[in-house]
Each structure stands twice: as C-alpha cells, then as structure tokens.
C-alpha cells in the first residue's frame, strides 16, 4: 500500500496546478493518471491572460508553442466583425506536459477504479492510501462517479458535445475565427491558427438543445467543414474529427465531500457562455490545494462564471 498526505486522479490542468500549489508547501502528494505523458487532449487549446496569471508565469517564459491573437473575426448570426483582443493559444499536448512536470510531483502511470472510504481517508484500488482525495480526471472522473454523482449528479442541460481536429496544414490561413449560433448551432464554431504550421478547428453545442430542434452534432459538423472548404480554409485537408463531452458550470453543486475535492471538469466548472475550462482548471486546482494546505474554505463557485468579457472588452482583461 501507498500512503500519502494527498492523491490527486487526473493530471491535466487541474489535478497539475493542484499538485503544484501543495508540492511549494511541502504537502505529500501523487498524481495517478490513466494516460502516459505527454497526451493528448481535445481542445482548441485558446487561453485568456487570467491563466498567465493564475499560474504565475509570464507568457514569454513559456516554453512551449505559443501564439498570440491579436484580432479575432466573429460571426454572429452570419455578420462578421473583427474584434481585437490580446488572447493566447497553446497545444494541450505541449502544455499539460510542462505543467505536469513543473508541479514537482511524483505521478503514477494507473487509471483509478474502485474509490473506498475507510477511517479517516480514501483508499484507490486496494493500493493508495491518503487522507484528502482530490478528483480531477475530468468528465468521467472516477472520484466524482463514486462519491458525488449519487448524491447531487451534475445537470444533462449543461452538457456540452464537441467534434475537433487538430492538424498540420501548409500555408493555412492565419486568421482566428469564431462562428456563433450559425446554421442554429446552439453554440459555436471556432477555426484557430496556431504556431508551427497547426490549425484546430471545431464545434461545440449544448447537447439538449441539438436534440430539441432534431439537430446533432455530426450534421452540424458536416455542415460547418463545407463552409470552411468553400472559403478554401481547409487546403486538400478532409478533416476526421474527434468528439468529447464536458460540462458548463452546475448551479447549486457541492465541489467536497468531507475530505474529497472535485476540481476542474470533474466538477463541471467550464464558463457558460464559451466553454472555457482551462482556466477555471487551473484556478480550482490552485483553491482546493489552498484549502487543504490551510483550510481556507473550498469555494470554486466564485470563479468567474462568463469569459466572453475578457475576451471582447479590453478594460475587462486587466482584472
Ligand atoms: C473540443 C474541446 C475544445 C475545448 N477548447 C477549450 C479552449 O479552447 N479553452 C479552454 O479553456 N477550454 C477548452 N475546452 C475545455 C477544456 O479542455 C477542459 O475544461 C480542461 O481540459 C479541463 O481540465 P481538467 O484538468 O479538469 O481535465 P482534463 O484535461 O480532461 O484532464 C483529466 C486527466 O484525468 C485523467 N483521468 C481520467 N480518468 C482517470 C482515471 N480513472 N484514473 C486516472 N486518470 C484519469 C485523464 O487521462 C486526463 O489526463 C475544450 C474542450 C473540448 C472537448
């Protein structure tokens, strides 16, 4: 048996910024993770400066590929607009590897099935011992499937469903665009350069709202690749997208349980108007490890909640 001050399921953006906060306290802890690093992740990989900052790094210390976006083209209801704007894109490839390493924890190449609590603690797999459990496996994390789905499971409403591919394309278009509500999207669509020849594109859309007006998300999808070939955005490229499920912030969810913790997707903390879920990721993984290091109380619902703002208004973004 393994016994530590903290296990930590998941290490991506969450679970790792946990890890860090409590490994620069000299807390005891270990990640567990399904996934050998570096993996992949979908996701456009956009993040605001706010997550510069949450992670106390300037962005020209990243090391990584980064790419600044200066201006983004919207469409709203098929009117384009430039929109300037100073945000950051990343390849979660990339990004979640260096965060791994830089929380300084040591992580265990296991996927976590059975959670059981005994005196005082958790026990993972007849294997882990620990007294505080932080759940950051995202979606389908295993500490939120055991201990808080029976209890307060997360609302089908707020599900969101994607398809995404991100790929190398020669002399592709460096224009950031976003699509919204287009073709009756329930949400929006996103083409986005990136550094060294990548581009992501995607759609996204909530899941019960598709359903009500009979659409779904691949005839969504098929419809969104014709407009990117017709205004020739995808070169010889025929995309073969991916699909993952996540969720927009729950009203009213409990986020701990005693000594277990849900952090970033497992606990459905994503923004509600962009599906933004890196930062309030990172900003989660930051709260609980604050809270078990000092028992400052627990309180992710205070994460920002819309991220549109920041994105569009200059002034917002200061805060
Ligand atoms: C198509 C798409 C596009 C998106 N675009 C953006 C964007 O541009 N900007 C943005 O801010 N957000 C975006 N998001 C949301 C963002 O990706 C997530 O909110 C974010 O990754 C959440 O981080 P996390 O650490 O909570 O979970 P994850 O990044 O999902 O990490 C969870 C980790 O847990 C591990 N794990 C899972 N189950 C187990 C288990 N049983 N045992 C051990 N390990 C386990 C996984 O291997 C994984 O490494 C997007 C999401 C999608 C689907």
Redesign the pocket.
């Known amino acids: 048996m393994i016994e530590t001050d903290v296990v930590i ?7 790792s910024s946990c890890a860090w906060q409590l490994h620069q306290h000299g807390i005891q802890a270990i990640i ?4 050998r690093f570096p ?1 992949d ?7 605001t400066p706010r997550v510069f900052r949450a992670l106390r790094l300037g962005e020209d210390r990243y090391p990584h590929t980064l790419t600044t976006v200066r201006r983004i083209v919207v469409s709203l209801f098929r009117t384009s607009f430039p929109v300037r704007t100073t945000q950051y894109a990343i390849r979660r490839v990339e990004f ?1 590897d260096w965060l791994l390493k830089r929380s300084g924890i040591p992580v265990h190449h ?4 059975d959670i059981s609590v005994q005196a005082g603690g958790f026990v993972i797999d007849r294997t882990f011992r620990c007294r505080f459990l932080v759940g ?3 979606t ?3 500490v939120y499937r055991s201990l808080f789905a029976p209890v307060s499971p997360r609302r089908p409403e707020r599900m969101i469903v ?1 398809l ?1 591919e991100e790929f190398r394309l020669e002399g592709a278009d460096q224009t950031c665009r976003l699509w919204f509500f287009d073709n009756r999207l329930p949400g929006y669509a996103w083409y986005v350069p990136k550094a060294d020849g990548y581009v992501n594109i ?1 759609i ?1 859309a909530k899941f019960r709202s598709l359903n009500a007006r009979g659409q779904n998300i691949r005839t969504s999808w098929n419809t969104f690749v014709e407009m990117l070939s017709k205004r020739s955005l995808l070169g010889g490229h025929r995309p073969s997208p991916r699909g ?1 499920a ?1 969720y927009l912030r729950q009203p009213h969810m409990p986020y701990r349980r005693g000594n277990a913790f849900l ?4 606990a459905g903390l ?1 923004s509600v108007d962009m ?5 309030p ?1 990172v900003e989660s993984g930051l709260k609980s490890a604050r809270s078990i290091i000092d028992g400052t109380p627990y309180r992710p619902e205070s994460i920002g909640r819309f991220s549109a703002v920041d994105i569009f208004v200059p002034w917002a973004r200061l805060r």
């Open positions: 399921i998941g290490g991506g953006p969450a679970g567990l993770d399904k996934a993996r992740k979908l996701c456009a990989g956009w993040i979640d296991h996927r976590a099935k950051a496996g995202g389908n994390c295993p994607t995404e995607g996204g993952h996540y952090i970033g997707d497992s994503a599906g933004e879920g890196i930062g990721a």
